[in-house]
Structures are given as structure tokens and as C-alpha cells.
């Protein structure tokens, strides 16, 4: 028997919203779902929800969607060079939809809003670990944008409970492996998939934490009915990982890829590596290593 109050999910299209949607829907839950399909892609809407296809940036838009208890809000722009190319653009599609949807839960009386933030927000601080506490120094656009939807957050969490998720670099089936702009793992095996020649843009030695797309729809999913409220948290493994060793990981599973190096990005961290003691405190759970989210994403393609 599906639940009897209505869960709204944004960025329903997309590679993580569509993964959380469909586990919302093994759980019964009702779902209502947007996606303005800028990025996302149709066949990724789960069937059997209600779809919505509009900008959340435009408010009249709201007055199509039913009250809803819960907002999981995982649309937005998500790439920290492309935020460079029209900073507007970025702004809107990030952060005067999250106004937007931050005004929508207020008057639906919804319990809870469900932020996807970003480890772009902290920039390059000279810390092993990111903790949750310290001051960010975003280096892009898209950080920018980010850091004030988790602002705006706070400054109405007395009319709307909120959970900032800081999310580090999520991986797995189901990414988009025609976007070379956005996923470092999936921009990493497209290439040496199609010709065996992987273009790294940047240090060998850049640190990252990656994450694997079934650990982060479980925490997304077991968010909603707990009693955590008005907290930013790193949804991270806590484990650094250099570009160097996700390379040679990679090229264990496709033998032969040859690494071609490339100028940096637009805006690109050196270290991003979060300090997960917050949310393993929380969610007691149990990560992928990368070996294994690996192989199990080179299998689903």
C-alpha cells in the first residue's frame, strides 16, 4: 500500500534523482516528480509517478504541484565548469529554484526539504579532511550557487526544516556517459571505452572522494523518517582517493587506455576529501569500495 502523503522529488530525470525516485517507489511512497529535461533524460523518469515538466526557476510553475510532505530537491546545474559559461544561468537553475522551492514547502507546510549541496562549496582549504564546520571558500560559480541555497536554508529553517547534503563525487549506473563535462568516473570510462585514450584535465595528484550511487540513495531514502533536521552534512566515504589511483583502477578493468594530460578546468579543487564521522554517526552505514562500484558500474554498461 503506497504511503498516504505525497513525496516531491526535482531533478526527477537525472542520474541521482531517478535512482532515488525509483528506490521511493519500491518503498511505496507516492511520488511527484519535475524535471525540465535541460539535462535529464525522459527514459530515466520512473513510470508510475506523476511527472511534471516545467522550470523550477519560474514560481507560477508551482501552482500545477499538489501540497507535498517532503521535498527532495536534486535538480540544478551541477557542474562547476560549466557554471562559468553563464553564471545567471547557473544562479537561476540552482539557487532561485531552491528559493522557489524553500517559499512552496512554506506554504504546502511541508515537513522537511532535502537540499543536494556540494563539496564545491568548500574550495581548496588546507585541510586533509573537510568537516562540515569549517568556513567555505568556493572556487566557482556553481560553489557559489550551492553555498547560498544552504544559506537561504538556514535563514527559513524556523518555517521549513531542511538536511544540506554536501555531496562528493557520486559515481555509477545510470550516469550519463555522453556528458564529458560533469563525472570524472564516467568521463574516465566513456573515453577509454570509445578509444582507449583517457584525457585527464589536471594534476594526477588531485584528491577526491567517491561515492557510490546505491550508498547515496539509501542515506537520501532513510533522511526522511528519521529525526535529523536544520543540519549540514557530507554525504562522503571519508576515503581520499588521487586521480593517479582511479586511473590505474580503471585501467585494470579496460587494459591498454592510455592517459592523455590536459590543462586544469574552470574553477577545479585540488583536494576534496570530507570528513563522513558526522554522517556515519548518524546513518551507522557501510560504503562501496571503489574496486567494487567500479566493476559493478563497467558491468551495467
Not at 115 to 132: I, P, Q, T
Not at 210 to 233: A, G, M, P
Request: with cysteine.
Amino acid at each position: 500500500m503506497k504511503k498516504n502523503y505525497k513525496i516531491l522529488v526535482t531533478g526527477v530525470a537525472g542520474f541521482i534523482g531517478s535512482k532515488v525516485c525509483e528506490e521511493l517507489q519500491r518503498k511505496k511512497y507516492s511520488i511527484i516528480g519535475v524535471d525540465n529535461l535541460s539535462s535529464g533524460k525522459k527514459k530515466n523518469i520512473p513510470k508510475n509517478i506523476i511527472f511534471f515538466k516545467f522550470d523550477l526557476s519560474n514560481y507560477q510553475n508551482y501552482k500545477k504541484l499538489p501540497k507535498c510532505k517532503y521535498i527532495l530537491h536534486l535538480a540544478g546545474q551541477s557542474s562547476g565548469d560549466i557554471s562559468f559559461d553563464d553564471p545567471v544561468a547557473d544562479l537561476k537553475k540552482n539557487t532561485q529554484s531552491t528559493l522557489n522551492l524553500i517559499k512552496f514547502g512554506i506554504k504546502s507546510k511541508t515537513k522537511k526539504i532535502i537540499y543536494a549541496s556540494s563539496m564545491s562549496v568548500y574550495g581548496d582549504l588546507k585541510k586533509n579532511k573537510y568537516d562540515e564546520n569549517l568556513e567555505p571558500k568556493p572556487k566557482s560559480c556553481y560553489g557559489i550557487s550551492k553555498l547560498a541555497s544552504e544559506n537561504y536554508l538556514k535563514v527559513f529553517s524556523k518555517k521549513l526544516n531542511y538536511i544540506n547534503f554536501r555531496m562528493f563525487n557520486v559515481y555509477g549506473p545510470g550516469q550519463d556517459l555522453s556528458n564529458l563535462r560533469q563525472g570524472m568516473v564516467s568521463i574516465y570510462l566513456a573515453q577509454a571505452l570509445k578509444n582507449k585514450k583517457i584525457i585527464v584535465k589536471g594534476s594526477l595528484n588531485r584528491i577526491r572522494d567517491f561515492i557510490y550511487i546505491d550508498d547515496v540513495v539509501k542515506i537520501w531514502v532513510k533522511s526522511l523518517n528519521n529525526n535529523i533536521s536544520n543540519q549540514t552534512i557530507n554525504l562522503s566515504s571519508g576515503k581520499p582517493t588521487s586521480v593517479k589511483k582511479l586511473l590505474s583502477e580503471i585501467r585494470l578493468l579496460i587494459p591498454g587506455s592510455q592517459i592523455i594530460k590536459a590543462s586544469a578546468t574552470r574553477g577545479d579543487q585540488f583536494r576534496a576529501v570530507g570528513n563522513s564521522r558526522k554522517l556515519n554517526k548518524i546513518f551507522k552505514y557501510k560504503f562501496t569500495p571503489l574496486r567494487i562500484g567500479l566493476r559493478k558500474f563497467l558491468k551495467s554498461i
